[in-house]
């Protein structure tokens, strides 16, 4: 089975559960170095670095070995290989008492004497908002024997190499980055080094890596194969009963912050992502069978992505090697299908327009060769690998080259008013697409406005953009100078947001011009994007944001850190519907990415957000396809076997919305001229769990454009503070203002407690957490076991429940080949409900098994898990 390691344990050693504090120096799984965590934050991290001639890069592949627990000591070893230096390693890790001590033993095959060096670079977080005072500067230790760096809070941490370091020194005079080269030109040989890390101070502690916290990793007693590829364990396609056909209610519309059809029902979306080849190789009959399970799952939204991108082949052009003017009929048919398929299940759709198209320079793209300079398709440096000819994508340049824009539209035109044969409708014209979205993951506030700077050396779109600033500055009265140093916040933030807002009212007018009738969507708030991005997006009927969490959520103090809920909230601007069109735990296969699902849908309740998408249902050919990914989850027990029951949740309303409403609403001075966003505003993150959230836009005379919207109704508090701590003193958990949803970021845990829903997830082992008719007393360290009515009743009167329990789930082979196997969740859960009910484990099939003996007394049912019951769910039922 893959696995970051093979484990031997002692039970004393791992009873406890991680608890972040100051200098909790922890080996790291994914650098085989070690991080240093304060109040949850990293404040040291680590990695491998190195080049050789003319700065080549070194190549480094780490590959963890084994990780042994005895005693009161732990061991790991490691192996490395530096491709491009010729050299191999092994490296073996020791960790007692205060300090982590590596031996590394090289070997180096060949010379190369005018190599630059390969060793470790160190990044220390003088700034963290962890710390109460100011931290001074690390200390290099003379005659390059390593470093020394004291914190505020006592303690310090000291790192020493044996034999000296062949270089030691802060990059470019950055006191926050230390580079430690073991060598730097290489000789032939063998050769040894020692690194010590040493921690001191009154709560200095040093630990293992999380996967510690797990137990004993005895994958004979996991379960193989629970979730069928085409079935569902439980079957909620009553949940779309009113929308078959989709769309028959009409258009989705905006109401102010929330979704409603056009005949006035109010409407929210549970959904996932299908894209790329999942959309064009899977045989109709694979298409048919997966819209009837998605349904089953309880999804009603699935958003079509990654249509037209380049590394998609075939995809929705007829022949993108020679030019992206003409689109396939064959695709089409594809889609088409899908649509129907979607519709016939009462699943809408979302489309985006633009993803990863690569113009090419067969497109009347003018000043095409500064395009593929900067921006090259990513595969064989842009070009195809048979003709020859250049590619690239668009990106950044789309908001200042007509041309690009004149073929973005072009493809608008040619891609909506397609008429689908088995709806006789155009997609435009078709009630059951919710939205379309202009283009994905592209702006200019963060991510591309440096795109046509000088330093590109592409003169003619650097004329163009330069124009434009200067024009802009002109009007609006901001210094020109400022204004395109797009990377620095003030003036240039102000200035790209009315860029992106004229690109944005060419589109959107185009597109109403074309008749489409569903929402419109700009781009997205993504890869922690600043507040200051969030202007231009308001152009649209819709919010949009991207968010892909970690392991360990639920260990985030959203005093000092957030989790990528967080960065969602973030983007829910006042007034405006708010979608996600991407969510994921990354990477795969992250051991706790089972709590994601719950998690994120019991917040989604509590805020109000309108519509939740995964990142992805699939990416892949749905008929053949044998791997676990982030990707295509549709395989995946921890994400989908988790799915009906987060789908119940939500589309069911089982957790209630906020009390209390609480806009952020800054002045243009703290909105464009200072970074806010999550890892800077305290306001966000302890808001987001313990209260409704928006983000009020500021009024701006240089753009006249931009109004605030007013909330749609209720009290609200406005806060002009974007730091202010919304948790009440000492305490150590976060809780919502209905008290049914609670967060204990020291223990890990997060529970449910509503009347239809109670759910207890994270490191749940070997506690007993009681609710309000239900009570759990799980073994397994780390799980989700949720408790949910199905018969719309409260859990104590309900006659119909699912029961969903959950733990790790890991591809069994190398290369996350499958099958999948998954962790028995064991330990006792007590429920209050009628009497005369019987318990049915449910199958991969969904099928219900014998009933199960339990014990009925007081009113309550005592349900023992063991791994003898190789089911995760279970109906509870008087039927």
Not at 99 to 121: R, T
Not at 522 to 539: A, E, I, Q, R, Y
Request: hydrophobic share 40%; aromatic share 10%; with cysteine.
């Amino acid at each position: 089975m893959k696995s970051f390691m093979k484990t031997i344990f002692t039970i004393a050693l791992l009873a406890s559960v991680p608890c972040y504090g100051f200098d909790d120096v922890k080996l790291d799984e994914k650098s085989s170095l070690f991080i240093v965590i304060d109040k949850s934050l990293p404040i040291v991290t680590a990695k491998y670095l190195g080049w050789a001639e003319n700065w080549t890069w070194a190549g480094t592949k780490i590959k963890p070995d084994k990780l042994i627990a005895k005693d009161k000591s732990i061991a790991a070893s490691h192996t490395g290989k530096i491709p491009n230096l010729d050299i191999d390693f092994t490296s073996t890790t020791r960790i007692s008492n205060n300090q982590l001590v590596w031996k590394y033993d090289w070997s180096k095959k060949n010379d190369h004497p005018d190599a630059i060096g390969f060793g470790i670079e160190f990044n220390l977080q003088l700034d963290s908002p962890a710390f109460e005072s100011p931290a001074q500067e690390a200390e290099l230790l003379p005659g390059n024997q390593g470093w020394r760096w004291q914190p505020p809070g006592g303690q310090s941490i000291e790192v020493k190499f044996s034999p000296a370091l062949a270089h030691l020194y802060f990059e470019r005079q950055q006191k926050n980055k230390i580079r430690a080269m073991f060598f730097k030109a290489v000789n032939k040989g063998v050769e040894q080094t020692i690194m010590t890390v040493t921690v001191t101070g009154n709560k200095a502690k040093v630990s293992g890596p999380v996967a510690l916290n797990y137990g004993e990793e005895d994958t004979r007693l996991w379960h193989k194969d629970i979730l069928s590829d085409v079935d569902s364990p439980i079957d909620l396609s009553f949940l779309n009963a009113k929308d078959v056909p989709a769309g028959r209610h009409g258009f989705v519309k905006a109401k102010a912050d929330q979704l409603v059809f056009e005949d006035g029902t109010p409407i929210k979306f549970w959904g996932a992502n299908i894209m790329a080849y999942a959309l064009f190789g899977t045989p109709d009959n694979e298409i048919k069978t997966h819209a009837k399970r998605m349904a089953q799952l309880g999804f009603n939204l699935m958003r079509i992505h990654h249509h037209d991108s380049s590394w998609v082949n075939p995809n929705i052009f007829k022949n993108q090697s020679d030019n992206t003017q003409e689109l396939s009929e064959t695709a089409f048919k594809k889609l088409d299908w899908w649509i129907k398929c979607l519709k016939d299940e009462g699943i809408y759709v979302w489309l985006d327009l633009h993803v990863g198209r690569a113009v090419t320079e067969n497109d009347g793209i003018e000043n095409f060769d500064e395009l593929a300079k900067i921006r090259p398709a990513k595969n064989k440096k842009g070009k195809n690998k048979e003709t020859g000819i250049e590619r690239a994508e668009v990106k950044g340049f789309n908001y200042y080259n007509e041309s690009i824009q004149k073929q973005m539209q072009r493809f608008n035109e040619a891609y909506l008013t397609h008429v689908n044969p088995f709806t006789k409708l155009a997609y435009k014209d078709d009630s059951a697409v919710i939205a379309l979205l202009v283009t994905n993951e592209n702006e200019l506030t963060q991510h591309f406005g440096n795109a046509l700077l000088s330093k590109k050396k592409i003169p003619i779109h650097n004329a163009i953009f330069m124009d434009d600033v200067k024009r802009f500055s002109e009007m609006s009265g901001l210094s020109y100078k400022k204004a395109w140093h797009t990377w620095e916040v003030g003036e240039p933030k102000i200035y790209l947001s009315d860029a992106e807002h004229r690109f944005n009212q060419k589109m959107l007018s185009h597109l109403r011009g074309l008749g489409a009738k569903s929402m419109l969507a700009t781009t997205n708030s993504w890869g922690k994007m600043g507040l200051f991005g969030l202007p231009s997006l308001s152009d649209g009927d819709i919010i949009d944001a991207h968010s892909y969490g970690h392991a360990e959520e639920f260990n985030h103090n959203p005093r000092y850190n957030p989790g990528f809920l967080a960065w969602i909230g973030a983007a829910q601007v006042t007034g405006k519907p708010l979608s996600v069109t991407e969510w994921n735990i990354a990477p795969f296969p992250a051991a706790d990415r089972f709590i994601a699902p719950i998690y994120i849908a019991g917040l989604a309740n509590f805020q109000g957000w309108d519509a939740i998408m995964l990142y992805g249902y699939s990416q892949a050919n749905l008929g053949k396809f044998a791997k676990g990914s982030n990707f295509s989850s549709f395989n995946d027990p921890a994400i989908m076997g988790l799915m009906p029951a987060a789908a119940l949740l939500y589309r069911q309303n089982h957790v209630s919305p906020a009390k209390q409403n609480y806009e952020l609403k800054l002045s243009k001075d703290d909105f464009f001229y200072k970074r806010q966003d999550p890892t800077t505003s305290k306001t966000i993150r302890t808001l987001l769990e313990t209260s409704r959230f928006s983000v009020g836009l500021p009024d701006a005379k240089e753009l006249p454009w931009l109004k605030g919207n007013k909330p749609d109704s209720g009290k609200v508090s406005i806060i002009a503070d974007a730091n202010k701590d919304f948790i009440p003193g000492t305490q150590n958990y976060i809780q919502s203002d209905t008290g049914e949803l609670k967060r204990d970021w020291e223990k890990g845990i997060q529970t449910v407690n509503t009347p239809k829903s109670q759910v207890a997830s994270g490191w749940i082992g070997g506690e007993t957490i009681s609710l309000q008719a239900v009570t759990f007393k799980i073994k397994t360290k780390k799980a989700v076991v949720a408790v949910q009515s199905l018969d719309g009743k409260d859990l104590k009167t309900a006659k119909q429940i699912f029961i969903t329990v959950m733990a790790r789930s890991m591809p069994a082979e190398k290369d996350n080949k499958l099958p999948f196997l998954t962790e028995p969740v064991m330990g006792g859960i007590d429920i209050s409900a009628p009497a005369g009910l019987k318990l049915f484990p449910v199958n991969r099939l969904g099928e219900k098994g014998k009933f199960i003996p339990m014990d009925y007394a007081k009113g309550q049912y005592h349900i023992e898990l063991d791994s003898k019951n190789e089911t995760h769910w279970f109906i509870l039922s008087g039927i």
